[in-house]
T-cell receptor
Framework: SQKIEQNSEALNIQEGKTATLTCNYTNYSPAYLQWYRQDPGRGPVFLLLIRENEKEKRKERLKVTFDTTLKQSLFHITASQPADSATYLC?????????????FGTGTRLQVTL | GAVVSQHPSWVICKSGTSVKIECRSLDFQATTMFWYRQFPKQSLMLMAT?????????EQGVEKDKFLINHASLTLSTLTVTSAHPEDSSFYIC???????????FGNGTRLTVT
C-alpha cells in the first residue's frame, strides 16, 4: 500500500547546526512533494515545493532534495535558530485519488536549543 | 498573500449538541476547500472536499451525515459536527488553494472539545 513516513521521534539540535529531516514514501510516484511547518495549535504553513524533475530547491536557509529513485526527500535547515522549533510535515498529492488532494506525513518535531 | 480564516479557534460543547465551524478565504475565491482533522501527535487526515455549489466529497470512513459541509459561496465553507460525541474532540483545519498553481493555504484550526 502507499504510505508516507517521517521520523516520529523529535529531533533535537543545537542552535547554529544544520537540521535534516527525512520523508520517505512507498509504492507511489508523485509529481511533486511539499514541505509545511506547523506550530502547536496552528494550521500548517507552506514552505517549499519540489517537482519530480528537480533534484534540489532552496529558499533562504531551507533546502529540499528529492530523490525519486530512493523515494525520499530531505529537508535541511542551515544555521538553525530556536525560532525554527516546530513540527515539519511533508505532503504528497494524489495518494487519495486526485492530484488536488494532499496526503500528509505524521511530521517530525524539531527542537532547536541554545 | 492568500489568507484563510477559520472561526472559532476553539469551542467546547456538550455531548449531543451540534457545532458549526466556518472557513473563509479572505482575499481570493475558492471553488474548492478541504477539511482536515488532526488528533494529538498524529498527522492531518483529509475528511472531505468542499465544492462550491455542489455536494461535498467525503473520504472513506467519514460519515457525511455527521459532518455536514456547506459551501454556499466562493469564499465560505462550513463544517457542522452534528450530535457531537467526546470522540469527535479533535483539531479541525480547513484549507484552500488560490487560483493558479499555488500551494494550499490553511486556516489556524478549530480545537473542538466535547464534554
Amino acid at each position: 500500500s502507499q504510505k508516507i513516513e517521517q521520523n516520529s521521534e523529535a529531533l533535537n539540535i543545537q542552535e547554529g547546526k544544520t537540521a535534516t529531516l527525512t520523508c520517505n514514501y512507498t509504492n507511489y510516484s508523485p509529481a511533486y512533494l511539499q514541505w509545511y511547518r506547523q506550530d502547536p495549535g496552528r494550521g500548517p504553513v507552506f514552505l517549499l515545493l519540489i517537482r519530480e524533475n528537480e533534484k534540489e530547491k532552496r529558499k533562504e536557509r531551507l533546502k529540499v532534495t528529492f530523490d525519486t529513485t530512493l523515494k525520499q526527500s530531505l529537508f535541511h535547515i542551515t544555521a538553525s535558530q530556536p525560532a525554527d522549533s516546530a513540527t515539519y510535515l511533508c505532503a504528497l498529492p494524489g495518494l487519495t485519488g486526485t492530484a488536488s488532494k494532499l496526503t500528509f506525513g505524521t511530521g517530525t518535531r524539531l527542537q532547536v536549543t541554545l | 498573500g492568500a489568507v484563510v480564516s477559520q472561526h472559532p479557534s476553539w469551542v467546547i460543547c456538550k455531548s449531543g449538541t451540534s457545532v458549526k465551524i466556518e472557513c473563509r478565504s479572505l482575499d481570493f475565491q475558492a471553488t474548492t476547500m478541504f477539511w482536515y482533522r488532526q488528533f494529538p501527535k498524529q498527522s492531518l487526515m483529509l475528511m472531505a472536499t468542499s465544492n462550491e455549489g455542489s455536494k461535498a466529497t467525503y473520504e472513506q470512513g467519514v460519515e457525511k451525515d455527521k459532518f455536514l459541509i456547506n459551501h454556499a459561496s466562493l469564499t465560505l465553507s462550513t463544517l457542522t459536527v452534528t450530535s457531537a460525541h467526546p470522540e469527535d474532540s479533535s483539531f479541525y483545519i480547513c484549507s484552500a488553494r488560490p487560483p493558479g498553481y499555488s500551494p494550499l493555504h490553511f486556516g489556524n484550526g478549530t480545537r473542538l472539545t466535547v464534554t
